[in-house]
């Protein structure tokens, strides 16, 4: 264990803050998920590696950690202004297939692609089309507390009553407001939001439910602080999701919960990941230029690889997506791995001289707001570093690899076949025997040899295989 406090940067309060949990040894964790009405591409992938990492880094200080993660199926209007149509009834309309089925097919690739990129699963995980009772009691709460009015278009938050509302994302209200007040007829002020929708009349919609109010269907904030109210209270440690919905969404649900359970602050520490640039410009359906992680794997990559390119960047950092970056992180990982998978068979170690230090350094830098790029050069380090024996190398790969989740003790020709190439078997063997005759300059000569043609080398008890990269 360590001394380290763990400090995260808190976007509510605009700096990096030491940790208080609201019961100790205890964190409960909220992360915005997917909307699924369209594939997830590799940018969408990274507020729940980051999410994973914050997961990762209280189960290594010893806390008891409750994570909540929704699905969006229901409710995200098309412009994130929250204008527009539902975005699955749209895609549902455009496909002529069934909302629910659409749910399904995205939710499914986002679980697999989560999977792919050993991000732990969420203690719960729930949809938003299952919760829609919680919804409308969260929505009578509010009525009842005389937070809303009502529209020919659905029942609304009323942000005067509410005086904080611009505080979270230090809005100005009358420059945001430009262009946006008349989006819905009889609404009072532009950034008021639905917090039920009705169904038109003569539209056939798939997803609409009963309620006090008559049919329709919930905005997309309002599942946010229903869920997180069922599943983890009236208040709760930390809130992450991307930056992109600081400004709408979370204000939203800020109002919202604040304003329902009177409490302030309803989460103690918001945590947001920036964007990934992908080659220059952003991914969208409308530029055809989606990435998703099966075409990463598509092209010969290892999806483990693009964890290590997300770890690259610090999750507060925008990354750029290039395809030469992308190159350079999967020869990287590729590389650390073959040298670190060597290490599962070696006894581990703690007691050596020099361990402690980089023991001490990791912490330093996971509990510095989750520094992966600091962590990540530490892993390189152990490996390279000359004075460690292997039993200490294991022990402080499998130390950083609890947190990195980059399997680096677990020998990647399992995943990816054998091939056989008689020249590679040959030179295989010939440093083999350099080994044994402990001509160790002879054997790393061959080993660098071989890995520059891409070819790694995996020692095991039973004499050494090898695999191609790619
Ligand atoms: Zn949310």
């Known amino acids: 264990m360590t001394a380290h406090e763990v400090s995260l ?18 964190v409960k964790i909220y992360t915005c998920g997917p909307t699924v009405y369209s594939p997830q591409h590799i940018g969408n ?56 089925e659409i749910a399904d097919e995205y939710t499914a690739q986002w679980l697999e692609d989560r999977r792919l990129l050993n991000c732990v699963d969420p203690d719960v995980l729930c949809k938003a089309t299952d919760h829609i009772a919680e919804q409308v009691a969260l929505c009578q709460k509010l009525e009842s507390k005389g937070y809303t ?3 020919s278009d659905g029942i609304y938050f009323d942000i005067s009553k509410f005086p904080g509302y611009a505080n979270f994302a230090k809005l100005d209200l009358l420059k945001e407001g430009e262009g946006r007040i008349k989006d819905v007829s009889g609404k009072r002020h532009y950034a008021d939001f639905a917090l039920w929708k009705f169904a038109e009349k003569g539209v056939a919609r798939q997803q609409e439910w009963d309620s006090p109010w008559g049919r329709g269907f919930p905005g997309w904030h309002l599942e946010c602080s229903a869920m997180s109210w069922r599943y983890l209270g009236e208040r709760f440690d930390i809130h992450t999701g991307g930056v992109d919905h600081i400004k709408i969404h979370h204000t939203n649900e800020i109002a919202q919960s604040e304003a329902a359970f009177g409490v302030n602050p309803w989460v103690s520490y918001w945590m947001h990941n920036e964007f990934l640039d992908f080659r220059g410009k952003k991914m ?9 992680l099966r075409d990463l794997i598509d092209a010969g990559f290892h999806p483990l690889s693009y964890r290590y390119f997300f770890l690259q960047a610090h ?4 990354q750029t997506f290039t395809d030469e970056a992308m190159a350079a992180a999967d020869k990287g990982y590729r590389r650390l791995r073959a040298v670190t998978e060597g290490l599962a068979g070696c006894e581990s170690d703690s007691s050596e001289e020099g361990v402690e230090k980089i023991v001490q350094r990791f912490y330093a830098a996971v509990y510095d707001d989750l520094n992966a790029p600091q962590v990540l050069a530490l892993a390189g380090e152990v490996v390279r570093k000359s ?6 190398r294991r022990y402080l790969v499998e130390l950083i690899d609890s947190w990195l989740g980059l399997n680096l003790l677990s020998p990647l020709s399992q995943e990816l076949g054998k091939e056989s190439d008689p020249r590679i078997d040959d030179l295989v063997q010939r440093r083999e025997a350099a080994r044994q005759e402990k001509n160790f300059s002879e054997a790393d000569r061959i080993r660098d040899l ?21």
């Not at 999750?315 to 925008?318: E, F, L, S, T, V």
């Not at 004075?387 to 200490?392: F, N, T």
């Not at 071989?450 to 790619?470: A, N, Q």
């Open 9 to 26: 940067y808190n976007t509510r309060t605009r700096r990096k803050e030491a940790f208080v949990p609201i019961k100790p040894k205890e």
């Open 45 to 100: 992938m990274r507020p729940y590696m980051f999410a994973d990492l914050l997961r990762r880094t209280f189960l290594l200080k010893g806390f008891s950690v409750f994570h909540v993660t929704n699905i969006t199926d229901v409710g995200h209007l098309t412009d994130d202004g929250d204008s527009g149509d539902d975005k699955m009834e749209v895609a549902a309309k455009k496909s002529g297939r069934k909302a629910e």
């Open 149 to 151: 009015y009502r529209i």
């Open 284 to 292: 969208s359906k409308s530029l055809g230029n989606i990435c998703v």
């Open 315 to 318: 999750y507060r950092k925008q």
């Open 387 to 392: 004075g460690l024996s292997d039993s200490a």
């Open 450 to 470: 071989l890995m520059d043609e891409g070819v790694t080398i995996e020692d095991t008890p039973d004499g050494s295989t090898w695999h191609r990269f790619k």
